[in-house]
């Protein structure tokens, strides 16, 4: 198995365990602390993030990561880059509500090489490593072929942190229903919501204003599963720009198609 693959893992479920710990307790012992507009942080998601690090530089001292919760911890090897969410979901977490997932990603030169989302309520370890595919568990994952948006369950993200988008993420919606699509699913992982996408577990998604540590690891799982993975315009830049797209070619074109009379200047990116 690829080494950092192994460690990425290693790292993940150790997360997961802290995570499990925190979930069992009340609610109560949660303490909960606000970082921005409708964006929370709890002790646990700093713990978790303190294992994946420890795990990471026993093995690798000299690389880089980038951690929700620490920001920027330069490494002397600056060409290898680890891209940590300790708990994607924090706030289905806090709610107790049992969805969310640990999320790494590795970056060799500005490419994702390996991408691990776990999530610790289902024991399930999404993996992907470039150009070598992607697995739930042992199992290969391949995106679904529908070929239109007629019928199509697609997962979305609201930009709660950022409620200026609000109007053009409903008109979204709207443009999207007119299309056929039969459902919307809103699931509080961005990581989880990409490798569902692998799965076939819904057959798209998209959401406004994401950061790299949300997707960097979904989106390798995605496109190694299959998908197509872009920004609002058709680009490829969406670890910069937040906003993502990912499904099979034909959904994706066809939801680029209905969102472009939407775009704001803005999103057009
Ligand atoms: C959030 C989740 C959520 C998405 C938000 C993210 P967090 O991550 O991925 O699904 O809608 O944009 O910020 O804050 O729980 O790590
Ligand atoms: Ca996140
Ligand atoms: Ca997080």
């Known amino acids: 198995m690829n080494p950092m693959l192994n460690i990425a893992i290693r790292a993940a479920r150790k997360a997961g365990n802290i995570i499990m710990k925190g979930y069992e307790q009340s609610t109560k012992d949660t303490e909960v602390a606000q970082k921005g507009t409708n964006?929370?942080?709890?002790?646990?998601?700093?713990?978790?993030?303190?294992?994946?690090?420890?795990?990471?530089?026993?093995?690798?001292?000299?690389?880089?990561?980038?951690?929700?919760?620490?920001?920027l911890i330069a490494g002397k090897e600056s060409n290898v880059q680890w891209v940590i969410d300790p708990l994607d979901g924090t706030t289905n977490f806090v709610h107790r509500f049992p969805h969310f997932a640990v999320s790494i990603a590795i970056r060799e030169n500005g490419i994702t090489t390996v991408g691990v989302v776990y999530d610790p309520i289902r024991n399930?370890?999404?993996?992907?490593?470039?150009?070598?595919?992607?697995?739930?568990?042992?199992?290969?994952?391949?995106?679904?072929?529908?070929?239109?948006?007629?019928?199509?369950?697609?997962?979305?993200?609201?930009?709660?942190?950022t409620p200026r988008h609000c109007p053009a993420h409903l008109n979204m919606i709207e443009a999207l229903m007119e299309k056929g699509v039969a459902d919307f699913r809103r699931t509080g992982s961005a990581a989880l919501d990409l490798c569902y996408v692998a799965a076939?577990?819904?057959?798209?998604?998209?959401?406004?204003?994401?950061?790299?540590?949300?997707?960097?690891?979904?989106d390798?799982?995605?496109?190694?599963?299959?998908?197509?993975?872009?920004?609002?315009?058709?680009?490829?830049?969406?670890?910069?720009?937040?906003?993502?797209?990912?499904?099979n070619a034909r959904i994706v074109k066809e939801t680029l198609n209905s969102i472009k009379p939407i775009l704001t200047d803005d999103l057009k990116k």
């Not at 390798?220 to 499904?247: H, K, M, P, Q, W």
């Open 39 to 71: 964006d929370y942080v709890t002790a646990i998601d700093k713990a978790a993030e303190q294992a994946i690090i420890e795990v990471v530089h026993q093995s690798y001292p000299d690389h880089a990561i980038i951690g929700e919760e620490s920001g």
């Open 124 to 161: 399930e370890l999404f993996t992907g490593v470039r150009g070598e595919g992607a697995k739930l568990n042992e199992f290969r994952l391949r995106v679904d072929n529908k070929r239109d948006l007629a019928g199509t369950v697609l997962a979305t993200g609201f930009p709660f942190k």
């Open 200 to 218: 076939s577990r819904v057959d798209g998604y998209f959401e406004i204003g994401l950061k790299p540590w949300d997707c960097a690891a979904g």
């Open 220 to 247: 390798l799982i995605a496109r190694e599963a299959g998908a197509l993975v872009t920004n609002f315009v058709g680009g490829t830049d969406y670890l910069t720009s937040g906003n993502i797209i990912a499904g």
